[in-house]
């Protein structure tokens, strides 16, 4: 009954920002992460928000550049990517669990959206 829909992808130049968008359906959630997948790689976790949106926590190789934030009013969490890089392109997905505190773990969210394409050019 829970449906996770991301959006924002796109097509971008290095150094330029795009906001990724995460909307919820079906019922109320705690915990989301974002994690992005390249061809050939496995999926990496990128960044991960509580469910009051009082913790945050990032991977060492988007920290400083991408911000996590979450609206409960309209169930949905937000991923801004600032100074993006050529290694950024990837699918990024949204992910969700009944779990309240932050979580890096694939195997910890039960919910997944059907990701986002984010395309970097040099």
């Known amino acids: 009954q829970v449906q996770l829909v991301e959006s924002g992808g796109g097509l971008v130049q290095a150094g330029d920002s795009l906001r990724l968008s995460c909307v919820a359906s079906?019922?109320?959630?705690?915990?989301m992460g974002w994690f992005r997948q390249a061809p050939g790689k496995e999926r990496e976790f990128i960044s991960t928000?509580?469910?009051?949106?009082?913790?945050?926590l990032y991977s060492d190789s988007v920290k400083g550049r991408f911000t996590l934030s979450r609206d409960s009013a309209k169930n949905t969490v937000y991923l801004r990517m600032n100074m993006l890089k050529p290694e950024d392109t990837a699918v990024y997905y949204c992910?969700?669990?009944?779990?309240?505190?932050?979580?890096?773990?694939?195997?910890?969210?039960?919910?997944w959206g059907q990701g986002t394409q984010v395309t970097v050019s040099s």
């Open positions: 079906g019922r109320t959630l705690n915990t």
């Open positions: 992910a969700a669990t009944s779990r309240l505190t932050v979580q890096i773990r694939p195997d910890e969210y039960d919910y």
């Open positions: 928000i509580n469910w009051s949106g009082s913790v945050t």
